[in-house]
């Protein structure tokens, strides 16, 4: 380092430290996640019980429990529900009308996942009745004249995609009451999911909804520039492709994983994946074959069609199964682990997996044949920690790459500048 000045040293080592943090916005380049200008990969899981949990002072404990065991698993990512349509504990009583008890819930998670290093998704409205969803608001809207003639009217009529667009702005800007940062520029949050497995069964051409996400990623991004967006999609191939469809379960649900991924504003594509339940009676041969196509397709189609990051939303086999057993598990959150690996060793689309669900100790009655309970010390959460270790050091390995041309490139600069006597 002979002839390196101790400012250019000193701000070399600034930019490293910068470089290996994890404080800055998740982007997109290329087919990858970028986090400081390295690769980022977005192992993590789905808890969407987070807000509820945290809007009661005596339960938030729950909350940072299983944050600090997913991260000392090497987990990176949380993906949760901001929404809750009425009824019991909702965030949103009704149409603008918000729970501040709930919201504060939120705000808890939020600052908690940032403690923590956790990145967060944060899915705005819900296909299914859980939690409200599109139902809520096609009753909401019912409630005040609307002549709606089912829930599949969420993504078409002006008055309840009005009441969702209020929902999208006021989740946007809220400020944190503890940390005192608007969501819509805290880095914290990784990225924003339009609807939690959107369907539209009334229209299986997936025109309908290919409409909705347009006009819903252009409202989300005249609000919030800083952050991801991806549709939450479960990944069916649709009309654009019909060569592809034989890769579906044997239904269609009114969704285009290619066109729909293809609309402005979506920076990401996401597909989720429950053979026990989309091929049920089906052998567990069958079902990991199925998985096993579906999850090498998107993958390559997310490289060469898309030409966007792929996340592996939501995955998972509940003991609830005929016939389980946890090396059945195993192999299935092995087969996902072993596609994403292999595609993001080379450089590839494939960004990450969020396994459903994580549970916190002392959460039984929220069991649903599907969690995981880290510190239980299951040979699923040794998977889990393993594949974080593994696409841990791909990020690593990039992120030091990085710093040695930085390292050339200022070793370059000192000796012109040395050459020309300045």
């Given at each position: 380092?002979k002839g390196?000045s101790?400012?250019?040293?000193?701000?070399?080592l600034?930019?490293i430290?910068?470089?290996?943090g994890?404080d800055?916005?998740?982007?997109?380049?290329g087919?990858q996640?970028?986090?400081?200008?390295?690769?980022?990969?977005?192992?993590?899981?789905?808890?969407?019980?987070?807000?509820?949990?945290?809007?009661d002072?005596?339960?938030?404990?729950?909350?940072?429990?299983a944050?600090?065991?997913?991260?000392s698993?090497?987990?990176?990512?949380?993906?949760?529900?901001?929404f809750?349509?009425g009824?019991?504990?909702?965030?949103q009583?009704?149409?603008?009308?918000?729970?501040?008890q709930?919201?504060?819930?939120?705000d808890?998670?939020?600052s908690?996942?940032r403690?923590?290093?956790?990145?967060?998704i944060?899915?705005?409205?819900?296909n299914?009745?859980?939690?409200?969803?599109k139902?809520?608001y096609?009753?909401?809207?019912?409630s005040?004249g609307?002549n709606?003639?089912?829930?599949d009217?969420f993504?078409t009529?002006?008055?309840?995609?009005?009441?969702?667009?209020n929902?999208?702005k006021?989740?946007l800007?809220?400020?944190?009451?503890i940390?005192?940062?608007?969501?819509?520029d805290d880095p914290?949050?990784?990225?924003?999911?339009?609807?939690n497995?959107?369907?539209c069964l009334?229209?299986?051409?997936g025109?309908?909804?290919?409409?909705?996400?347009a006009?819903?990623?252009s409202?989300?991004?005249?609000i919030?520039?800083?952050h991801?967006?991806e549709?939450g999609?479960?990944g069916f191939?649709?009309?654009?492709?019909p060569?592809?469809?034989q890769?579906n379960?044997?239904?269609?649900?009114?969704?285009?994983?290619?066109?729909?991924?293809q609309?402005?504003?979506?920076?990401?594509?996401?597909?989720h994946?429950?053979p026990?339940?989309?091929?049920?009676g089906t052998s567990?041969?069958?079902?990991?074959?199925?998985?096993?196509?579906?999850a090498n397709?998107?993958?390559h189609?997310a490289?060469?069609?898309?030409?966007?990051?792929?996340?592996?939303a939501?995955f998972?086999?509940s003991?609830k199964?005929p016939?389980?057993?946890p090396?059945?598990?195993?192999l299935?959150?092995?087969?996902?682990?072993?596609?994403i690996?292999?595609s993001?060793?080379g450089?590839?689309a494939?960004?990450?997996?969020?396994f459903?669900?994580?549970?916190?100790p002392?959460?039984?009655?929220?069991?649903?044949?599907?969690?995981?309970?880290?510190?239980?010390?299951?040979?699923?959460a040794n998977l889990?920690?393993?594949?974080a270790?593994?696409?841990?050091?791909?990020?690593?390995?990039?992120v030091?790459?990085r710093n040695?041309?930085?390292?050339k490139?200022?070793?370059r600069?000192?000796?012109?500048?040395?050459?020309?006597?300045n």
């Amino acid at each position: 380092m002979k002839g390196w000045s101790s400012v250019t040293i000193f701000l070399l080592l600034l930019l490293i430290l910068a470089e290996a943090g994890d404080d800055g916005f998740v982007g997109t380049r290329g087919v990858q996640f970028v986090l400081n200008g390295a690769p980022f990969y977005a192992n993590g899981f789905n808890a969407y019980w987070l807000m509820y949990m945290g809007s009661d002072p005596s339960q938030r404990s729950k909350v940072s429990s299983a944050f600090e065991e997913a991260r000392s698993h090497g987990l990176s990512v949380a993906r949760t529900w901001a929404f809750g349509d009425g009824g019991y504990r909702p965030l949103q009583y009704s149409p603008g009308s918000y729970n501040e008890q709930t919201f504060q819930g939120l705000d808890f998670v939020v600052s908690e996942a940032r403690r923590y290093g956790i990145k967060l998704i944060l899915s705005l409205v819900n296909n299914y009745e859980n939690f409200g969803g599109k139902k809520q608001y096609v009753d909401w809207a019912r409630s005040q004249g609307q002549n709606l003639a089912s829930d599949d009217d969420f993504f078409t009529n002006p008055v309840v995609k009005g009441y969702y667009k209020n929902h999208i702005k006021a989740v946007l800007t809220r400020r944190n009451s503890i940390t005192g940062v608007m969501y819509k520029d805290d880095p914290t949050i990784m990225a924003w999911e339009l609807m939690n497995e959107p369907r539209c069964l009334s229209d299986p051409s997936g025109r309908t909804i290919q409409v909705w996400i347009a006009e819903m990623a252009s409202h989300v991004k005249s609000i919030d520039g800083k952050h991801l967006l991806e549709a939450g999609l479960e990944g069916f191939y649709g009309e654009s492709s019909p060569q592809k469809q034989q890769y579906n379960p044997n239904f269609q649900v009114g969704t285009d994983f290619i066109a729909d991924n293809q609309i402005p504003g979506i920076d990401f594509a996401t597909v989720h994946s429950y053979p026990d339940v989309w091929l049920a009676g089906t052998s567990d041969e069958t079902q990991l074959s199925f998985l096993t196509n579906w999850a090498n397709t998107h993958i390559h189609d997310a490289q060469n069609a898309l030409r966007k990051p792929l996340l592996f939303a939501e995955f998972g086999k509940s003991w609830k199964d005929p016939g389980y057993d946890p090396a059945k598990r195993d192999l299935l959150f092995n087969t996902v682990y072993s596609s994403i690996y292999s595609s993001a060793r080379g450089g590839g689309a494939a960004g990450g997996g969020l396994f459903w669900q994580l549970l916190a100790p002392g959460m039984d009655s929220f069991r649903d044949g599907y969690e995981i309970v880290l510190s239980e010390g299951s040979s699923t959460a040794n998977l889990i920690a393993e594949e974080a270790q593994k696409m841990n050091k791909i990020r690593k390995m990039y992120v030091r790459l990085r710093n040695v041309e930085k390292w050339k490139r200022a070793r370059r600069e000192t000796d012109r500048g040395r050459d020309t006597g300045n």
